[in-house]
């Protein structure tokens, strides 16, 4: 579908070398009490980078390799409501703000010309009929509140159908947006976002649009990938290490074996929920030709061992990298548990294949 050929050539040129530094700091107004979280997307809340409010300040240092979409909101113990504020930050930038606790929205940031983009893009794009939104989750909460069946289904109705209509007005809106702004890299988090929404005529033509260097980047990474690791395509390969520091080549890991790609976290309790029975599997079908290779989410490779010799692995794991070139963002995959299955042939066979019939799809492989 799309120009591999070009996206080769582009991905081999060198690229000039930079600080990845970047650091946020700032006051925090009203409720300060307890920590500030910054959270790059699609990590999890427990691997995100944090700073202790002290006398109304916080302070927070990161890398990063090509600027990023970022989360940025307070925690304190026992908290369950999180009201995030976006945040898009770039390698070398030093971000003032002054985070409000009591109104989120209203905090202040400054010292980043891609933020202060990004803003304005959130405003035109991805807040378009917020309002409208809005009123109707207040219209549900009272509906719920007041046990009102039929009210609370009507809304429901009308939500589905508001969310329809936005997303194809905000996907105009951001087709329209990466032609004006084709060096971007916030066009870049928006074509990424809307990819699922355009159609491929329109990819393809924002693709060739975009200035060259924005293919470095994770969001068009994913955007070129949609189409591979799917069933029935070739999957990727990729060289990590394990927990040992041994190297391992997924091509010649998975060679002529029924391979099971078992992505987790030792924080994500349906993966651990579900790991004593592929320990099951494993040991019932590992001389037969079947292999278990994880893929930790974990930042922390001590905290992954532990989980490891908790649940008694014995299959390969592997700590997944951060950022564009992480194994999770070349298969696709936005949420855990996941998992790929994969025959000798190394093709993809299925996604996502519930524990109940893992075992089912893997004797199928193994006749």
């Given at each position: ?16 070398q930079i600080d990845n530094k970047f650091e946020l700091s700032g006051n925090v ?234 992505f987790w976290a030792s924080w994500c309790a349906p993966c651990r929920q579900a ?93």
């Amino acid at each position: 579908m799309f120009k591999y050929c070009i996206i080769a050539l582009i991905l081999l040129t060198g690229c000039k070398q930079i600080d990845n530094k970047f650091e946020l700091s700032g006051n925090v107004i009203g409720d300060t009490d307890g920590i500030v979280v910054l959270i790059q997307a699609g990590q999890s809340r427990f691997d995100a980078d944090t700073s202790l409010i002290v006398d109304g300040k916080f302070h927070i240092v990161g890398s990063l390799e090509y600027p990023e979409e970022f989360s940025l909101t307070t925690e304190k113990p026992n908290q369950r409501d999180f009201r995030p504020i976006h945040i898009f930050i770039a390698p070398n930038d030093k971000i003032e703000i002054e985070l409000n606790t009591e109104n989120i929205e209203k905090s202040v940031m400054k010292g980043s010309l891609v933020n202060d983009e990004f803003q304005q893009y959130l405003n035109t794009v991805d807040r378009y009929g917020s309002e409208r939104a809005d009123l109707l989750y207040t219209e549900f909460k009272t509906a719920v509140e007041t046990k009102d069946a039929l009210r609370i289904n009507e809304i429901l109705i009308q939500m589905d159908v508001l969310n329809n209509e936005l997303q194809k007005i905000k996907a105009q809106r951001a087709y329209e947006y990466i032609k004006t702004n084709p060096e971007s890299f916030v066009s870049a988090y928006s074509l990424y976002n809307y990819r699922e929404v355009l159609d491929v005529k329109q990819i393809d033509e924002l693709l060739s649009l975009l200035d060259k260097k924005l293919y470095n980047s994770k969001y068009i990474n994913n955007v070129i990938n949609a189409d591979r690791n799917q069933p029935g395509t070739k999957v990727s390969d990729f060289t990590l290490n394990d927990l040992h520091n041994n190297e391992i080549v997924f091509s010649k890991f998975s060679k002529n074996k029924v391979i099971l790609m078992d992505f987790w976290a030792s924080w994500c309790a349906p993966c651990r929920q579900a790991n004593p029975r592929l320990e099951e599997i494993y040991q019932q079908y590992k001389d037969k030709g079947f292999e278990i290779l994880g893929i930790s989410q974990d930042r922390d490779a001590q905290t992954l061992q532990k989980s490891i010799e908790t649940d008694r692995i014995t299959w390969t794991n592997i700590l997944d990298v951060k950022g564009n070139k992480s194994i999770t963002d070349l298969y696709n995959f936005f949420s855990l548990p996941a998992n790929i299955l994969i025959d000798r042939n190394g093709i993809v066979v299925a996604r996502d294949v519930s524990i109940s019939d893992i075992e089912n799809e893997i004797v199928k492989l193994l006749r």
